[in-house]
């Protein structure tokens, strides 16, 4: 359902307000114009209030007094005009909130994040939030004071987050609930449950691939084809699922490129490869009834080790793996550095410990890149004890490895784990934030093909009664940007009398 107070917001800006010259008595939609009232009219263009020729306009030096919810505010009127397409540095966007008893505008909306939409104004773009304001609330209200794109993208850079992108829905009903099926496991009970078996699916290839390598269960590569092999079964259901469901998921995606590149579809689509690949060239060796080569096998060894990335589908459905993806990525920099410190903590230990064993007898450190795998086993605290020194000042030498490699190893991972933290709460609050609109976003996509199936009225449109005047009561207009709703106004004011 959508926000009441939302909706309640929208009727009130559609309606008639009360006393004032500053008050529009009059609507103009999509030309038709209701001349029942006074000459003060506003016109609806593309879903946005426009102010008609002869409207008192204010000068930029003047100061002006916003109310919200108690609370009064002054600023200038220049000010306001800087984001000229929002609520309040539109004139006729904040007409509507004029209130003529104490000639002021007056919002029924949070104080506090009033403070910071008032210093976006000020500093011309700048979104700092405060602190006892929740995220999702605050994003409420930049919403409902209508700022552009760069203000939502200096919000979400100020958070620490990228802008979540809007996500591209395809058109019709049936792809569009196919989509979400597929796409997003938390939009309903179905796309759990489907989910759910996506993860069985999965798990089940992997444990398959892992135990037709026991030497109890192995059976000669000219009869793995063959229906009475338990894991060729497996095999085939799994890839008829995973094939089925690449095959659906790209029929149902909005862009076929974007899908294509996709890193997960990637991952997809070489799950299924090893399978046919594999039944293409057994195919072929038993229809020439040539032995096998070695380079068969190899081969054959090469893409049946391919279907362990299998194990990578399974961060579609978790949260936690793709967290860590995105930890990954953002500590580049951090794993660079324990790399190179690593390298020359290498260099240097190994040689140390060679010089240092040398010239005892039997000793394994025959030369320096023998030692790497000594230094490397203790640098990272791992320590197989195949190599180690016999001398003292070997001993020396690997102790004071062992400290460096605690040292090395301890640095950046305090900076990774921070990344973690910050990428998992990204995830749950951006989660939250989707669930919160899922169902207003639902319905908006539901209006949008009601008035484009059963009432394809225009924008700005409005009906039309039995007497052929324009009928204002209970019209809900869509306004679209891109072909996508970004608007949906509920007028439930009364029928606007007619003159005597």
Known sequence: MLNPALIADEAEDMSPLANGHHNPSSLMLGGVKDTSTDSSSIAIRGGEFVPELGQPSLSDDEIVTINVAGMRFQTMESTLRRFPCSVLGCPAKRKRYWNSTTNEYFFDRHRQSFEAVLHIYQTNGQVIRPEAVPINLFLRELKFYEFDNDVMSNFWESEGYQKPAEEEMPNGKVKRKIWELME?????????????????????????????????FKESEMTSRQWSSPFFFIEFVCCIWFSAELIVRFI????????????????????????????????????????????????????????????????????????????FRASIQEFCLLIFFMVIALVLFSSGMYFAEQNEPNSKFTSIPAS??????????????????????????????????????????????ANFKHFYRQECRLAALYAQNLSEIEEIQALKDVEANNHPLKEGAIGINSNNKPEMNNIKTISYNNNQPSKVMVNISEEPEQNS
């Open 252 to 327: 149902s995606c909005p862009d076929k490129i974007k899908f294509c590149k996709s890193f997960l579809n990637l991952l997809d689509f070489i799950a299924v490869v090893p399978f046919f690949f594999n039944l293409i060239w057994s195919g072929d060796e038993e229809n020439s009834h040539e032995s096998k080569s070695s380079i068969s096998f190899s081969v054959l060894r090469v893409i049946r080790l391919v279907r362990v990335f299998r194990i990578f589908k399974l961060s579609r459905h978790s949260v936690g793996l793709q967290v860590l993806g995105k930890t």
């Open 372 to 417: 790497f795998w000594f230094v490397m086993a203790t640098i990272t605290t791992v320590g197989f004890g195949d190599l180690v020194p016999t001398s003292p000042q070997g001993k020396v030498v690997g102790s004071c490895c062992a400290l460096i490699g605690v040292l090395t190893l301890a640095l950046p991972v305090p900076i990774i784990v």
């Open 184 to 216: 997003h496991p938390d939009s309903s009970i179905a796309a759990r449950i489907l989910a759910f078996i996506s993860m069985f699916v999965i798990t089940v290839s992997i444990i398959s691939f892992c135990l037709e390598t026991i030497p109890d």
